[in-house]
């Protein structure tokens, strides 16, 4: 897997994004202050002000890098030659759930109150990404067999974009008591393997063999 920008960034506006996301997934909204960041990276207000306008830019970077991130690794993933449908499936799963995992409810449930206009952009690019990540995963999985053929594809990414709204939303994971990692796992398992053949559910049920 690729190296996590936010880590390989060492410019200040990238030490800046990489301690307000810590912050950030540590404190939620309310806890991610200019005074504790700057403590936090040994620097100044003034120019971490000259970087980011405000914390709500600082975390529209975040939210705006970590949307990349996701469909970059995907990408790859769905790209590589050497991995059958299976393990890339899983890997795509991986990926996600990686990001989603640092998004505790309590963080989602902070946003929705403080910052509901950041909870929109979480949505929005959940919307843009299922479409473009899962169609493409929808598309090889009929290419390869693993996925009936009789499948509407479109209706199928717009019925998951759907679940995962209503999913991971606060008062949702609150119900089920699940992390949105686990939330995650547990809808891909139940929404793929009604899409899965036989030979499908069989590969998935036991891994990719050809990983």
């Known amino acids: 897997m690729n190296q996590d920008p936010f ?6 506006a990238g030490r800046i994004l990489r301690a ?26 003034k120019t971490i002000y000259a970087h980011f306008a405000s914390k709500d830019a600082i975390i529209e970077a975040i939210l705006d890098r970590t949307g990349a991130m996701i469909l970059e690794e995907a990408d790859a ?33 902070d946003l ?21 990540v899962f169609g493409a995963v929808l598309r090889l999985g009929v290419e390869e067999g693993m996925i009936r053929p009789d499948v509407d594809l479109a209706f199928a990414v717009e019925f998951w974009i759907q679940a995962l709204n209503g999913l991971m ?36 049920s036991r891994g990719d063999p050809s990983a």
Do not use: W
């Open 7 to 12: 880590e390989a960034d060492d410019s200040p």
């Open 20 to 45: 307000a996301r810590r912050l950030l997934f540590e404190s939620s909204y309310s806890g991610l202050t200019m005074e504790a960041l700057a403590h936090e990276i040994g620097m100044s207000k």
């Open 77 to 109: 993933l769905l790209r590589d030659p050497e991995l059958g449908f299976t393990r890339k499936l899983r890997g795509v799963l991986e990926t996600i759930g990686t990001h989603l995992g640092r998004m505790s409810p309590a963080f989602l449930r």
């Open 112 to 132: 929705e109150r403080f910052a509901p206009r950041h909870a929109r952009r979480i949505d929005e690019l959940r919307g843009r990404n299922v479409p473009r």
């Open 169 to 204: 939303h606060p008062d949702s994971l609150a119900r089920t008591g699940l992390l949105p990692r686990l939330v995650l796992e547990k809808a891909m398992e139940l929404f793929f393997l009604g899409l899965l053949t036989q030979e499908g559910r069989d590969d998935f």
